[in-house]
């Protein structure tokens, strides 16, 4: 199940770090190829940063545009950055330490279990 490979993939870790999800969003529909293309490489900025005191998460929407999770993909190849379609929703919410996105209602179901969640938004929407 979803949970028991999130589980094996959080014990296989050789140290354990507090935990950031990043839920993705199909942004590509909304905002357009540049804005992903302008996003992307800031995301990943910021979490290379991190991942030293962390363990980063992303984990793709259901309905994720195919060139935005190949560009993702790639993007954090090579790097300590967990990329996920499979792990569960809800049981990643619990198990965050932040729970991070553009624009989701899984920073509102965050909120509601008192979570601590950051949307990330580039245009000042």
């Known amino acids: 199940s979803a949970k028991v490979e999130f589980d094996?993939?959080?014990h296989s870790l050789p140290v354990k770090k507090p935990i950031i999800t990043f839920f993705t969003e199909?942004?590509?529909?909304?905002?357009?190829h540049e804005y992903w293309a302008n996003f992307c490489p800031q995301l990943k900025e910021t979490f290379i940063k991190l991942e030293k005191d962390f363990t980063?998460?992303?984990k793709y929407h259901?309905?994720?545009?195919p060139h935005g999770k190949n560009a993702?993909?790639?993007l954090f190849l090579g790097t300590?950055?967990?990329t996920s379609t499979t792990f569960n929703t809800q049981y990643l919410i619990q198990n965050s330490d932040l729970c991070v996105a553009h624009f989701s209602r899984?920073?509102?179901e965050a909120l509601?279990?008192?979570?601590?969640?950051i949307s990330f938004n580039l245009n000042g929407d």
């Open 8 to 10: 094996q993939y959080i």
């Open 26 to 32: 199909n942004l590509i529909p909304i905002y357009g």
């Open 56 to 58: 980063i998460i992303i």
């Open 62 to 65: 259901p309905d994720e545009d």
């Open 72 to 74: 993702m993909e790639e």
């Open 80 to 82: 300590g950055v967990k």
């Open 106 to 108: 899984v920073l509102l």
């Open 112 to 117: 509601q279990i008192e979570k601590p969640v």
